[in-house]
């Protein structure tokens, strides 16, 4: 007898189907329902919401509205309250108005209370490699909070290589997912201090959407670490310049970039991310994500849902431990 087919939670932070922002999740739904048979609920942010990290809204109430997908890109009408199909529907999706997070914790524990097995969070439009890009992600940040709630989850995110991506990359990067997302839940690896009884917390699949996802040897796929960078600045002032031809004594003060203050401060979206995207290979170290997606391979990266620590030597006596110092 063959075992069940898990449930699943898929969500995003890239929001609802449409062709800029969120390209790819109703893709995978299919592969997920027609291809591996697996029973599938889906709760999205009603909006793009990437870069988020696994924040929450706590102050505002979250609302939420009906969503009816149709093939074939997976646009539809919303509704606010739940009505039966329409021809051509595919299924009854729930968008939220908060975070990634908000829609892993709210399905798992509000609307489909028990019956979840296992959390999908993608596929994210771009690479979610390296912890300066993983910390950001609202994509991993639904898995994490999906993990912190004591399921399985599975981060997903296509790398973006080319621009525009070529359309006829999405049908085998979302077989590949599938394949992955299939093989993991059936071979979920140990982790003695994991959350749920020596299991991984999570994983977080890379693929790169590049021309050899075409042939028939398709992509390698790679067990990696976590390539620990950084970033820098992610914002730029929109700035309003003096023009006119003296400071006088009683002129507003002008910043050394030449930036009049007296009209207020206002920054714009706009990292800087050379580094992180096109890096040197001699600075990525072997084994990690960003290695293998330089190479043209898949990462696939066993995390724990927790700050990881630096190695730190053993001590057998705990008031080793303990400062000695006054406060």
């Known amino acids: 007898m063959a075992p069940k087919a898990p449930t699943v939670l898929l969500t995003n932070d890239d929001g609802p189907p449409n062709p800029r922002d969120s390209p790819y999740v109703f893709g995978l739904y299919q592969h997920l329902t027609q291809t591996l048979g697996w029973n599938v609920k889906v709760v999205l942010p009603s909006s793009q919401k990437s870069w988020i990290g696994k924040a929450y809204h706590i102050k505002e109430v979250t609302k939420g509205t009906y969503f009816y997908p149709k093939a074939p890109d997976?646009?539809?009408?919303?509704?606010?309250?739940?009505?039966?199909?329409?021809?051509?529907?595919?299924?009854?999706?729930?968008?939220?108005?908060?975070?990634?997070?908000?829609?892993?914790?709210?399905?798992?524990?509000?609307?489909?209370?028990?019956?979840?097995?296992?959390?999908?969070?993608?596929?994210?439009?771009?690479?979610?490699?390296?912890?300066?890009?993983?910390?950001?992600?609202?994509?991993?940040?639904?898995?994490?909070?999906?993990?912190?709630s004591q399921t399985r989850s599975i981060a997903?995110?296509?790398?973006?290589?080319?621009?525009?991506?070529?359309?006829?990359?999405?049908?085998?990067?979302?077989?590949?997912?599938?394949?992955?997302?299939?093989?993991?839940?059936?071979?979920?690896?140990?982790?003695?201090?994991?959350?749920?009884?020596?299991?991984?917390?999570?994983?977080?699949?890379?693929?790169?959407?590049?021309?050899?996802?075409?042939?028939?040897?398709?992509?390698?796929?790679?067990?990696?670490?976590?390539?620990?960078k950084s970033y820098g600045r992610l914002f730029k002032q929109l700035a309003v310049f003096d023009t006119s031809p003296a400071a006088g004594p009683d002129a507003p003060a002008i910043s050394d970039g030449g930036v009049d203050r007296s009209s207020g401060l206002q920054f714009k979206w706009s990292p800087e991310m050379e580094g992180l995207i096109r890096p040197l290979e001699s600075s990525l170290p072997v084994g990690s994500d960003g290695w293998a997606i330089h190479k043209g391979w898949v990462s696939v990266t066993p995390l724990c849902a927790s700050f990881a620590e630096p190695p730190h030597p053993e001590v057998q006596d705990i008031e080793e431990k303990v400062w000695k110092m006054k406060l």
């Not at 039966?84 to 798992?108: M, Q, R, S």
């Not at 070529?166 to 140990?190: C, M, Q, S, V, Y």
């Open 156 to 228: 997903i995110s296509y790398g973006t290589v080319l621009h525009p991506t070529p359309i006829t990359f999405f049908e085998p990067a979302h077989i590949l997912g599938i394949r992955i997302i299939d093989h993991l839940w059936n071979n979920w690896g140990k982790d003695k201090g994991g959350l749920r009884e020596d299991e991984v917390d999570l994983y977080n699949v890379n693929i790169p959407l590049i021309q050899e996802l075409l042939t028939e040897e398709g992509l390698k796929i790679c067990w990696t670490t976590m390539w620990r």
């Open 74 to 148: 997976g646009t539809g009408e919303v509704a606010v309250t739940s009505r039966p199909l329409k021809d051509g529907e595919i299924a009854e999706w729930i968008l939220l108005d908060g975070t990634p997070a908000t829609c892993a914790n709210v399905g798992l524990h509000n609307l489909f209370p028990g019956q979840i097995d296992l959390v999908v969070s993608g596929p994210n439009l771009g690479r979610n490699s390296s912890s300066a890009f993983a910390l950001s992600s609202g994509t991993i940040g639904a898995a994490l909070s999906a993990s912190l």
